[in-house]
């Protein structure tokens, strides 16, 4: 049976052997995006049959609730797809299944796919695609795009952004751009992907689904083993650094340790099939390599060449050798929490930064926070509202801060507002007076607006296109005040007297606004108006 993980969401990162619906019939280039590549897989219908069986029992003995697939047909339909989860629906009886629809990705005869259930989770946003138009140092013509897609837990509302790999193989040459084995174990291509490991660590933490949450899971083959220099650059965080804020954890190690395998070769056991997060770590229950492959002789496998008539009656249409590579089998109990914001603060004051109400989950029960404050990356303030302190912090300027939950279970996630510090405007000064004072002057001429800031804050202090000037209803029940004073146009037309502290800006009417109400609306360039 396959192991058990814990959580409320499983994922699941399964290599399918080469799942071409196209069958390969050894004589046509009849495959790829353009269908002109070799095809893999099953050879002849009965063993796509066998292949599509093991699958699907897989699959439905597993139970994920995302499927992270690797080595299916890359055609220029989802036809694959829509064949796997129509079997995997038959088989349950119900629409259980979805796929996520890419069309072709990438040039490759293979690619990367997904799977889910829409009843468990939802399609939030579009998927992605890193390859070498993303970031030259992906070079896609040896690596398979990575695909990238954002789900939300239904129940929980939890978010969390799955990338599905397939690096480079050891066997498959790079001598054409330098890379060869230097035979210190890391096989062919390790700079390619190397290199490809730091372009998706860099690709992630730009957020490219767009989806606002720090929670990413990579898995997939990665075809390098846990110490080597890949899985060294992923774990070490966009910052190329270990031990800093933005590293990534190794799943299988974390939860298996140093005996995990996925794959054996000429005797040999590792993995190359991984699972790889940074802030999720914190809510994944479990992380395990089910050995229903790699222990297996390709004897009971689908592929019926030269295999004698007694040898493919050892086939069953059950779990075991549907692949080479063992599946990885991901538990998470996703902590979901909108932190609220954003907040403003003034110069050199303090603001309450508060997280929301939000319906307790009866599953995880009530959640408690944390607050980075100082942007140090320890979470040493404890509570829903905390006391932010803006003191010698100069205005304008834009601040993210951290916050993170922990539920009842001990599982965590993190998220942040922003807090703006802005100017201390202390309100119109001397002839003009403030909301909802109905200010009366002579049109035509030049108003001096004063006011005060705290201090002076340069003369670059207004955002561009400011003043406006708008046309609006005369509210005649507001309480009045005359201008009396007028001044001449000064250039420039905003200046500081430092000994009054105040700002004048000198205003020209138009006397065409002669028995109107012009609103006259200046906004600084802390966003305030």
């Known amino acids: 049976a396959a192991p058990e993980v814990g959580g409320t969401l499983k994922v699941v990162s399964m290599n399918t052997l080469n799942y071409f619906t196209t069958l390969d019939d050894g004589v046509n280039d009849i495959c790829g995006p353009l269908a ?64 996520v629809p890419t069309g072709a990705i990438g040039s490759d005869a293979i690619r990367a796919a997904l799977i889910y259930k829409p009843a468990v989770v939802s399609l939030l946003g579009d998927y992605a695609i890193l390859d070498s138009t993303v970031d030259a140092r992906f070079l896609d013509d040896y690596n398979r795009p990575v695909l990238a897609q954002t789900f939300q837990e239904n129940q929980s509302g939890g978010i969390f952004t799955v990338a599905v790999n397939h690096l480079k193989s050891k066997g498959s040459s790079c001598d ?5 084995d230097l035979g210190d174990g890391a096989g062919n291509c390790d700079n390619t992907r190397e290199a490809a490991a730091k372009a998706e660590v860099d690709w992630l933490a730009t957020d490219p689904t767009g989806s606002g949450d720090p929670d990413f899971l990579i898995i997939g083959d990665l075809n390098s083993y846990d110490k080597e220099d890949p899985i060294d650059a992923i774990k070490a965080g966009p910052d190329d650094i270990l031990g800093t804020a933005d590293d990534y954890f190794d799943l299988v190690f974390e939860f298996q340790g140093e005996d995990a395998y996925s794959y054996v070769f000429d005797g040999q056991m590792g993995y190359l099939d991984f699972a790889i997060s940074g802030d999720m770590v914190s809510q994944v229950t479990g992380t395990s390599v089910w050995h ?38 991901i538990g998470l109990d996703l902590v979901y929490f909108e932190a609220g914001g954003p907040f403003s603060v003034v110069e050199n004051g303090t603001v309450a930064l508060t997280v929301p109400p939000r319906k307790m989950d009866l599953n995880e029960g009530a959640l408690t926070y944390a607050w980075d404050l100082d942007g140090d990356g ?13 003191t010698g912090l100069a205005a304008p300027q834009s601040l993210v801060v951290k916050v993170q939950a922990t539920n009842s279970l001990g599982y965590s996630t993190f998220s942040a507002v922003i807090v703006n510090v802005i100017y201390d405007f202390r309100g119109f000064l001397g002839q003009v007076d403030n909301q909802p004072i109905l200010n009366i002057a002579i049109a035509g001429n030049v108003i001096p607006v004063k006011f005060s800031l705290n201090g002076d804050k340069g003369l670059d202090i207004f955002a561009a296109g400011t003043p406006t000037v708008e046309k609006v209803y005369c509210p005649i029940t507001y309480d009045k005040n005359v201008v009396e004073k007028y001044v001449t146009l000064t250039d420039p037309l905003l200046s500081y007297n430092a000994t009054k502290d105040k700002y004048k800006f000198t205003w020209q009417t138009d006397a065409a606004w002669a028995g109107t109400c012009q609103l006259v609306t200046i906004e600084l360039n802390d966003g305030t108006t």
């Not at 009965?46 to 994920?64: C, G, N, S, T």
């Not at 609730?65 to 349950?92: C, R």
């Not at 054409?176 to 060869?180: H, R, S, Y």
């Open 36 to 99: 002109d590549q070799e095809c893999r897989g099953a050879d002849t219908q009965a063993e796509f049959q066998r292949q599509h069986a093991k699958l699907v029992a897989a699959i439905l003995e597993m139970d994920p609730d995302v499927i992270g697939l690797i080595e299916v047909e890359n055609n220029a339909t989802d036809e694959p797809m829509e064949i796997l989860v129509d079997g995997l629906n038959d088989a349950l009886g119900e629409e259980v299944y979805a796929y």
């Open 176 to 180: 054409a751009i330098g890379d060869p």
């Open 378 to 390: 320890i979470y040493e303030t404890p509570g829903r509202t905390v006391t932010f302190d803006a």
């Open 292 to 329: 229903v492959n790699a222990d297996e002789p390709d004897l009971i496998d689908y592929d019926m060449s030269y295999k004698k008539d007694a040898q493919d009656l050892l086939y069953a249409p059950d779990p075991y050798r549907y692949s080479d590579h063992d599946p990885v089998i």
